[in-house]
């Protein structure tokens, strides 16, 4: 059974930085499509960042510059960097996670506030 837990959200001020942290774990393989989505009250939810099997990375607009996706040596493990935070960053965090035959699973998501 596939898990994935998250961690490092929380409260900071703006202008601050924050990492999370997502490990999936019962995954077929260790190289996976694993990304960041956030969801702030009344939007839909969006991607913030992603990092393909192949290492290949995006970013929304509103994040380039200020986040960083990356792996840990950890299997099955990505974070993101946030970095100058900004209130309209506020919302929850959700890790996907997408696996070689295309199953999709999500975190139970994190809290990220920026306060002024």
């Known amino acids: 059974q596939v898990q994935l837990a998250e961690s490092g959200g929380g409260l900071v001020q703006a202008g601050g930085s924050l990492r999370l942290s997502c490990t999936a774990s019962?995954?077929?393989?260790?190289?996976?499509?694993m990304a960041w989505y956030r969801q702030a009250p009344g939007n839909e939810r969006e991607l913030v960042a992603r990092?393909?099997?192949?290492?290949?990375?995006k970013y929304a607009d509103a994040v380039k510059g200020r986040f960083i996706i990356w792996r840990p040596t950890v299997p099955n493990t990505v974070e993101l960097s946030m970095n100058s935070l900004k209130p309209e960053d506020s919302g929850v965090y959700y890790c996907?996670?997408?696996?070689?035959?295309?199953?999709?699973?999500w975190g139970q998501g994190t809290q990220v506030t920026v306060s002024l």
């Open positions: 996907n996670v997408q696996d070689v035959i295309g199953d999709i699973y």
């Open positions: 019962g995954m077929r393989t260790t190289d996976n499509y």
């Open positions: 990092m393909t099997r192949s290492g290949a990375m």
